[in-house]
């Protein structure tokens, strides 16, 4: 059990801020983090209590227990030899959302050097959306791309869902129950038709708890071509000529992919910049290939310059793929 002589009449024991791994303090043995992280709801507060081992030959005094952030509710002031005393803290959760840590000093009288702890807990809203309140999709144009997010209440409360809406036509929104009252599964799809390019929206999600009447999952997607280049162009902006000898000045590259490809080739690629000499590499077999460009510092004259480079494929979707080059060199 814990003693409680340790008390505000005692002895000071303040709340402050503590800087783990500052100065010539060292953890306790025995400090450490759980291997799971417990979860505590946003709003709330919890008690944690210490073990703070005495392997010595003396006792041990506590002469100050200091915890960021915190209360300390309870201590064993005095810790015989070859015996284990109790530090318990009361930590707020407060607004706080994601992992919280609590960090725990406990000074000793004497020469004894300090001993630092600290509490690790994952605060989740009241009503959770896991893993995360919102989402992203990376695909290529026509391949399908799905998110499962649970709706997770953790008020005593039951939780009705009434209803499930999308901002935006092309993500598609399905519920489903887990566990009524306590636990929803929300599917999200993106339609396959979504063209090219980035688009965003927003599920709403409508419960029967007033103080948590809508919640908001924002969404967004990246859409790509199915053969596709990793540069949208290739800039040589304001390059000394006199570093034209190097790879980061002279050199870029680009990698052309087909989404799951399998047999998949570039033929060719050229560029009308009469300085600039292409190269082509398999990279992934099927798959991607790299294009190297590079000026060649023998032939390139000073001053700015443009054109293209092109790009022919075996792709009937992508014949041809035209990046713009533009540069100046100093």
């Given at each position: 059990m814990l003693k409680t002589s340790l008390g505000l009449g005692c002895c000071v024991v303040t709340v402050a801020l503590v800087a783990l791994g500052c100065g010539s303090d060292r953890p306790a043995a025995g400090a450490g983090t759980a291997p799971?992280?417990?979860?505590?709801?946003?709003?709330t507060s919890f008690d944690h209590v210490f073990s703070v081992p005495n392997t010595g030959r003396d006792s041990l005094v506590v002469k100050r227990v200091v915890a960021s952030p915190g209360a300390v509710v309870r201590v064993d002031s005095v810790i015989p030899p070859d015996s284990?005393?109790?530090v318990a803290v009361r930590v707020?959760?407060?607004?706080?959302l994601g992992v919280?840590?609590?960090?725990?000093?406990?000074?000793?009288?004497?020469?004894h050097p300090p001993a630092r702890y600290r509490v690790l807990r994952r605060v989740v809203a009241p009503v959770e959306i896991a893993p995360q309140n919102d989402f992203y999709f990376f695909t290529a144009h026509g391949e399908p791309a799905h998110r499962t997010l649970s709706i997770v209440n953790h008020v005593e409360r039951p939780l009705q869902?009434?209803?499930v809406t999308s901002s935006n036509p092309l993500f598609h929104a399905?519920?489903?129950?887990?566990?009524?009252?306590?636990?929803?599964?929300v599917d999200i799809s993106l339609d396959s038709a979504a063209p090219v390019g980035r688009h965003t929206g927003t599920i709403r999600i409508a419960t029967d708890n007033p103080q948590f009447a809508t919640l908001a999952v924002e969404g967004y997607a990246v859409v790509k071509p199915v053969v596709s280049a990793s540069l949208d162009e290739l800039d040589y902006e304001r390059v000394n000529h006199d570093f034209l000898d190097r790879d980061a000045a002279a050199q870029r590259t680009v990698l052309v992919r087909k989404y799951r490809g399998t047999d998949f080739r570039v033929l060719q690629a050229a560029t009308d910049v009469p300085f600039l000499t292409v190269r082509v590499e398999p990279a992934t077999t099927g798959e991607s290939y790299l294009v190297h460009?590079?000026?060649?510092?023998?032939?390139?004259?000073?001053?700015?310059?443009a054109g293209a480079l092109r790009i022919q494929t075996n792709d009937a979707s992508a014949r041809e793929l035209t990046l713009p080059?533009?540069?100046e060199i100093l």
């Open positions: 799971e992280m417990e979860t505590i709801v946003q709003g284990t005393g109790r707020p959760v407060g607004n706080v919280m840590n609590a960090a725990i000093r406990v000074e000793f009288a004497g020469k869902v009434r209803a399905v519920l489903g129950p887990v566990e009524a009252g306590r636990r929803y599964q460009v590079r000026i060649e510092q023998d032939r390139a004259p000073r001053g700015r310059f080059i533009h540069g």
